[in-house]
């Protein structure tokens, strides 16, 4: 009788015991899976800082490139401007050659072009200038 009481206490307690480590056992499992789910997250955040820092530098770059694009159509404007200015005056000289030797001008008409073309030669000279401050900044 004593070792069947025995035999039952002991069972009993072993079962005891063992739930008691299968309670411990669950929390350590859940202990584990909260670790794991804070390196998945911290992970996942990591992946998103590179990808957020490779997003800036490519918009960074496009920026960039815009701007270089930008420079080189403004230096291309002026280059052009200059030109167009240039062939203004060689066309207003020659009509004043050709007014002049056939007499057809009068004063005012000489000063009026003659001004036209100072003015020309004056916007000339500013768009060198940009011109040159343009090339600088390439």
Same mark, same amino acid.
């Given at each position: 009788m004593k070792q069947i009481i025995f035999t039952l206490l002991f069972v009993i307690a072993f079962q005891v015991s063992s739930a008691q480590t299968e309670v411990r056992n669950t929390s350590d499992i859940e202990k584990e899976a909260e670790l794991e789910r804070k390196a998945v997250i911290k992970k996942v955040e990591k992946e998103e800082k590179k990808a957020a820092k490779k997003e800036k530098e490519a918009k960074k770059e496009a920026k %960039? %490139?815009?701007?270089?694009?930008? $420079?080189?159509? @403004?230096? *291309? !404007? %002026?280059?052009? +401007?200059? +030109?167009?200015? /240039? *062939?203004? &005056? #060689? @066309? $207003? !000289?020659?009509? $004043? !050659? %050709?007014? =002049?030797?056939?007499?057809? $001008? @009068?004063? #005012?008409? &000489? !000063? =009026?072009? /003659? +001004?036209?073309k100072e003015k020309l030669k004056a916007s000339i000279a500013k768009d060198k200038v940009k011109l040159n401050k343009l090339n600088k900044d390439k």
């Amino acid at each position: 009788m004593k070792q069947i009481i025995f035999t039952l206490l002991f069972v009993i307690a072993f079962q005891v015991s063992s739930a008691q480590t299968e309670v411990r056992n669950t929390s350590d499992i859940e202990k584990e899976a909260e670790l794991e789910r804070k390196a998945v997250i911290k992970k996942v955040e990591k992946e998103e800082k590179k990808a957020a820092k490779k997003e800036k530098e490519a918009k960074k770059e496009a920026k %960039k %490139k815009k701007q270089a694009d930008k $420079l080189d159509q @403004s230096i *291309r !404007e %002026k280059q052009k +401007a200059i +030109a167009k200015n /240039e *062939r203004k &005056i #060689v @066309s $207003l !000289e020659d009509k $004043l !050659e %050709k007014g =002049k030797a056939k007499g057809k $001008l @009068s004063p #005012v008409d &000489i !000063e =009026k072009m /003659e +001004a036209k073309k100072e003015k020309l030669k004056a916007s000339i000279a500013k768009d060198k200038v940009k011109l040159n401050k343009l090339n600088k900044d390439k």
